[in-house]
């Protein structure tokens, strides 16, 4: 065949390239599009007044004072993200973390001031008790195994303090079997029926938790977490975790970490249709944060391309540290 046959010939074969010859004509066949609104962003609230302090495993990420929580939600809002996730480091921890329900303690207390001075924010409070218990477990201990039922019902009067306060949405992290319906129920008798819950449905006992042990001074002083948190090879008991959370009123189920276990978000999604969370978790971040200080990634690239896969994955919900940076830069591609 000579070149003027071959030419010829190519020219009848279909060219995908044709559709990526140009930005404009790129984000028209674009299949999978990032938005801010998608975003949910998580503070960790500490005792103080303009506290403002350094997570050095976690560059740009801070331990807030309330009113220091207050203007990050202002800036976060400002730049498109419609929502926080509210973790608590408490002043006093005791061995069964009775912090985590104390009205006047660092969550409640931000709740009250967010919703105060940015009212249209959706306000998301963890539930769990690992930052609040002096051993850093995430419930009441017997021996050294978590007891399940005792540490629901803390976890029940930390989800009712939290909507008390005036939380949207509460969002039980502990693992505990049967904490999901004991909390929608008591919400209900309560008159918080309006309250959401958010359930860690598929939390996995992972090694990208490090950073954020830190940001919450919540490591566990012995042992570890893995008879409550999933094991990383399981995929079919994820699914029947998420499917008992539906059945106890979970209005909103994540799988964490994120990247890790796209494969779940995308079986979760197929399979139940519910709105879904996917947590980029502190390890997550802080691998592109340490990568691209050592030049070997391209952040802002690695950061959009992370988020984006999260998205592509089934995630209607992304938690990130990145939301405002990656709010900004969504903002400037649409400029």
């Not at 503070?43 to 009113?67: A, I, N, T, Y």
């Not at 709740?111 to 105060?116: D, E, G, L, P, S």
């Not at 039922?149 to 930390?158: F, H």
């Not at 209607?316 to 709010?327: E, K, L, P, Q, W």
Request: charged share 25%.
């Amino acid at each position: 065949m000579n070149p003027v046959q071959t030419s010829h010939a190519l020219s009848l074969v279909k060219r995908s390239r044709r559709l990526r010859r140009s930005p404009g004509i790129r984000a028209f066949v674009r299949e999978t599009r990032l938005s801010s609104e998608q975003f949910l962003y998580p503070l960790f609230v500490c005792e103080g007044q303009k506290v403002r302090r350094d997570v050095p495993s976690m560059p740009g990420v801070f331990q807030l004072s309330v009113d220091e929580a207050v203007k990050e939600t202002e800036a976060a809002r400002a730049e498109g993200v419609p929502g926080v996730l509210l973790f608590g480091i408490p002043a006093h921890k005791d061995d069964i973390g009775s912090s985590a329900y104390d009205n006047d303690a660092p969550v409640q207390a931000a709740v009250r001031a967010i919703k105060r001075n940015v009212p249209d924010t959706v306000v998301v409070t963890d539930v769990c008790l690992c930052e609040y218990t002096s051993h850093g477990h995430c419930g009441i201990l017997e021996g050294h195994d978590v007891a399940n039922d005792a540490t629901v019902e803390q976890l029940v009067r930390a989800a009712l303090s939290h909507a008390a306060a005036g939380a949207d949405i509460v969002a039980p992290s502990d693992m505990m079997d049967g904490r999901v319906g004991a909390i929608r129920r008591a919400l209900d008798e309560r008159g918080f029926e309006q309250v959401a819950i958010m359930s860690y449905a598929a939390k996995y006992c992972s090694a990208f938790y490090g950073p954020f042990r830190e940001a919450a001074e919540s490591a566990p002083k012995f042992g570890d977490r893995r008879t409550h948190q999933m094991d990383p090879g399981n995929v079919e008991e994820a699914l029947r975790e998420v499917e008992q959370d539906i059945e106890e009123g979970a209005d909103i189920v994540m799988v964490k970490p994120a990247m890790p276990y796209l494969d779940v978000v995308t079986r979760v999604k197929e399979r139940f249709g519910y709105p879904t969370a996917a947590y980029q978790v502190s390890g997550e971040y802080s691998m592109i944060k340490a990568a691209s200080a050592n030049g070997w990634l391209d952040e802002p690239r690695a950061m959009m391309e992370a988020l984006t896969s999260i998205a592509r994955a089934g995630a209607d919900i992304i938690i990130t540290y990145y939301a405002r940076d990656a709010a900004r830069a969504l903002r400037a591609a649409s400029q």
